[in-house]
């Protein structure tokens, strides 16, 4: 069995949350908000995220499908739902569970481009730079991580570890 080493807790990931959230609400006060979750992982901190905000916003899903497995990036990025709102003219910010490699960002960042957005920004519960391999910007970020796979929160090993309420390093 892999052991779990834990990185934060439940009450620090509400603070961090809530940090983020107050920030977010601030910048788009009067603005046409759409949040863009990137799903699998982003689903527990959208929710979060959503309900610490006050500040109205809409509400969407995409997925990136890389064919990579276990703790492994993969360049073969596919898109397997795309978007449902029109985000034309619109101010959208995409909210990922995790950036790594940068690769899935990037390839959602163009994605997302096409359809002529008012304005494109990246909120990520977790900037991790150790494997960057582009130069996306977070632009709100709750937590920078140096190294080590991380799970719980939403973020996945082999689909395991998603339902734990805080982040912990996988040791395999
Ligand atoms: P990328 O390397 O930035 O393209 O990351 C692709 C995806 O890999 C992220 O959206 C996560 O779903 C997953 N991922 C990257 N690092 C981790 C990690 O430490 N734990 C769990 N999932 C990760
Ligand atoms: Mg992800």
Redesign the pocket.
């Known amino acids: 069995m892999p052991e779990l080493i834990p990185v934060l807790s439940k009450n620090d990931i509400n603070s961090l949350v809530t940090r983020t959230a107050q920030r977010i609400s601030s910048d788009y006060r009067h603005h046409d908000l759409i949040l863009i979750g990137?799903l699998k992982?982003a689903f527990v901190f959208l929710s979060d995220l959503v309900r610490c905000m006050d500040v109205s916003a809409q509400i969407d899903f995409i997925r990136a499908f890389?064919y990579g497995s276990g703790d492994s990036?993969s360049e073969d990025i596919r898109l397997t739902k795309g978007i449902e709102l029109d985000i034309k003219n619109k101010d959208v910010l995409i909210v990922?569970?995790?950036?790594?490699?940068?690769?899935?960002?990037k390839y959602l960042i163009d994605y997302l481009k096409s359809y002529h957005p008012k304005s494109l920004k990246i909120c990520a519960f977790i900037d991790?730079h150790e494997?960057r391999k582009t130069d996306v910007a977070v632009d709100y970020c709750c937590y920078e991580a140096a190294e080590g796979?991380?799970?719980g929160y939403g973020?996945?090993?082999g689909e395991d570890y998603r339902y734990l309420s805080g982040i912990y390093r996988l040791k395999l």
């Open positions: 990137v992982g890389s990036s990922e569970d995790i950036v790594d490699t940068g690769l899935t960002l991790k494997r796979f991380l799970v973020l996945d090993y």
